[in-house]
């Protein structure tokens, strides 16, 4: 037994030196796996890149929409009053209700006719404000441009995926933005119903491009600020505003999971038929229909190409006849 007792102590002692050893060594090569972790982890971190949510709360004290298919006009108003408060923080000289708003699309005709839609300024048989009534209102309502603060809106159409153009969305908002990360109205569910969007939340400034856009704020001006609709429904936003992922925004089709298009929302109908399709010249067969529809504030220069006209997705004019 002595002779077992003295043979273990040393055997055992060099198996413990080696443990520690072998700990070191496995400390030592963990250390660069355990960095690359917290470097992905990081790089998944996101923030909001977007317009300031408290000026957007200041700016939508008047929602809900007033009429069952005012949500452009809402929308509208909720953009002009933002932008009066960013350029000196107070609001228009004159009246910027909702009705007021209303009226105001109702005495303006394009160059090419009214559509006969709910108000003249829609080009097409709409049945509230169509694309081109709200790119008007948000020209008109908003404080007078310059170089510094370019307040000029115009109709864009993505005829892209809806992936791909909400990541071109996405470049209205960040450091490098040329709108002053200024909301934007986007047309919803086919075009039933308007959201307005303040930003986005993303890996790093989605103006720069090259970012991973987790998710999109959203303003539904269905809802006031206690959450309460006219109806007492809520068929888009369980409450005014709300984050929805990428992945939902992009797939739902009461989103932008369909393009815009439907009975209530037709293509334009005036009478020179300027923006009535087809536009065989371009072999595009659609203006609005089955494509991504948004009113934003950008540098295209209204004095030069003005609110009336839309634009495609690439910042060309949209074809037209």
Not at 76 to 89: S, V
Not at 182 to 195: K, N
Request: charged share 15%; proline share 6%.
């Amino acid at each position: 037994m002595p002779s077992i007792r003295r043979s273990f102590f040393p055997g055992a002692i060099a198996i413990a030196l080696a443990l520690i050893v072998l700990q070191l060594v496995y400390f030592q090569l963990a250390q660069p796996v355990r960095a690359a972790a917290r470097s992905a982890v990081q790089a998944q971190t996101y923030r909001f890149y977007g317009s300031s949510h408290s000026m957007m709360y200041t700016a939508t004290g008047d929602w809900y929409q007033q009429q069952g298919n005012w949500c452009g006009i809402a929308s509208i108003r909720a953009i002009q009053r933002y932008d009066w408060l960013y350029y000196d923080g107070g609001s228009p000289q004159w009246d910027n209700s909702q009705s007021a708003i209303r009226n105001r699309l109702n005495s303006y005709s394009s160059p090419w006719g009214s559509g006969g839609g709910y108000v003249t300024s829609d080009i097409s048989r709409d049945f509230g404000t169509d694309p081109h009534s709200v790119a008007y209102g948000a020209w008109y309502d908003t404080p007078p441009s310059t170089s510094s603060q370019p307040y000029w809106f115009h109709n864009w159409i993505y005829r892209t995926s809806a992936l791909t153009a909400t990541y071109d969305l996405s470049t209205d908002f960040g450091v490098n933005t040329v709108s002053h990360n200024d909301p934007v109205t986007v047309m919803i569910d086919a075009g039933y119903h308007s959201f307005v969007i303040d930003g986005f939340y993303a890996s790093s400034d989605p103006s720069l491009g090259g970012d991973t856009l987790q998710s999109i704020d959203t303003w539904d001006p269905w809802l006031n600020h206690a959450n309460n609709s006219p109806d007492g429904t809520h068929p888009y936003n369980a409450t005014e505003q709300e984050v929805w992922s990428i992945s939902d925004w992009t797939s739902l089709s009461k989103l932008w999971g369909k393009g815009y298009g439907n009975s209530s929302d037709p293509e334009p109908d005036t009478a020179n038929h300027y923006y009535v399709p087809p536009f065989p010249k371009y072999n595009v067969s659609h203006h609005w229909n089955t494509y991504f529809v948004t009113i934003e504030q950008d540098r295209i220069n209204n004095d030069s190409t003005s609110f009336d006209y839309a634009i495609d997705q690439n910042g060309h004019l949209a074809p037209h006849n």
